[in-house]
């Protein structure tokens, strides 16, 4: 523990599972307040058990940010318990992974509702009680999605878009109150969840492919988002924002030619 958060009140949407646990721990382990808020009571209350063992305390709040007013109230809430807030950090995202003919109207407002206009809400009322202080941190949680097609929903690379774009018309309307918004776009990303089977002895030829496919041999974990996400929200970044961090091991520098050029001289 470095004692960089210490006493920092930190809320983090969407942190019951995933990339948002894994920044939760970081914040925790850096002596914050962390509050957690998820949709998911049961797996809310699995990691909270998880953390408890640890010796790590952490704050929970069940809520549906799709419904009107939620994220302000949920700002507003944290504020009457803890009196301040000094990082927000939008990770909730919502919709299961569709395709383009599956997408309908309704998983596409519960996806737009989430991860987009929650997201916009939230950090309205969040730069409103940061400018008290005037400081204060917002990360969004973002995807390489947001410009490049992948696997994902269509809704989520929408909100994904843009969620990227509202970082920078948030950190202009932020700066003058001393907030910095930035975003984290992660990448391949293998979550503490799913090692086991990544890393499975079947899995052997896709683990390689997906390796190889980096320029720097090796796929990311939920740990590089995390410490990610604690520079952007550190000192040491304070003059960083309206910033779009792509980490990605530098799967997306490469021009796709030149990968597959690569890939066919590895297979001869």
Not at 62 to 89: E, T
Not at 136 to 144: T, Y
Not at 193 to 198: A, D
Not at 220 to 237: H, K, N, R
Request: with cysteine.
């Amino acid at each position: 523990m470095s004692g960089k958060f210490n006493n920092k009140v930190i809320l983090i949407t969407g942190g019951a599972r995933g990339i948002g646990k894994k920044i939760a721990k970081k914040f925790t382990e850096e002596g914050s307040n962390v509050i957690i808020c998820d949709i998911d009571k049961d797996q809310s209350e699995k990691t909270k058990l998880e953390f408890d063992k640890e010796g790590l305390r952490v704050n929970f709040i069940c809520m549906d940010l799709s419904n009107k007013g939620a994220p302000q109230g949920m700002i507003r809430q944290i504020i009457k318990d803890f009196g301040k807030l000094d990082v927000l950090v939008n990770n909730a995202r919502s919709g299961e992974r569709v395709g383009f003919w599956e997408e309908t109207d309704d998983t596409w407002d519960k996806g737009i509702a989430v991860t987009l206009k929650a997201a916009f809400f939230a950090s309205q009322e969040a730069i409103r009680a940061m400018s008290q202080n005037r400081e204060g941190s917002i990360v969004n949680i973002g995807s390489i999605a947001s410009s490049l097609v992948c696997h994902e929903s269509p809704v989520y690379h929408a909100a994904k878009a843009g969620l990227m774009h509202l970082t920078r018309y948030l950190a202009v309307h932020g700066g003058t109150y001393g907030v910095r918004v930035n975003a984290v776009l992660p990448g391949f990303i293998v979550q503490d969840e799913h090692v086991e089977r990544y890393e499975r002895a079947d899995n052997e030829e896709y683990r390689k492919t997906a390796e190889f496919c980096h320029p720097i041999r090796k796929v990311g974990c939920s740990d590089d988002i995390a410490e990610a996400v604690l520079f952007l929200c550190s000192t040491a970044a304070s003059f960083i924002t309206g910033q779009c961090i792509i980490v990605d091991g530098g799967l997306t520098i490469q021009d796709p030619s030149s990968l597959l050029s690569s890939f066919d001289k590895k297979m001869c």
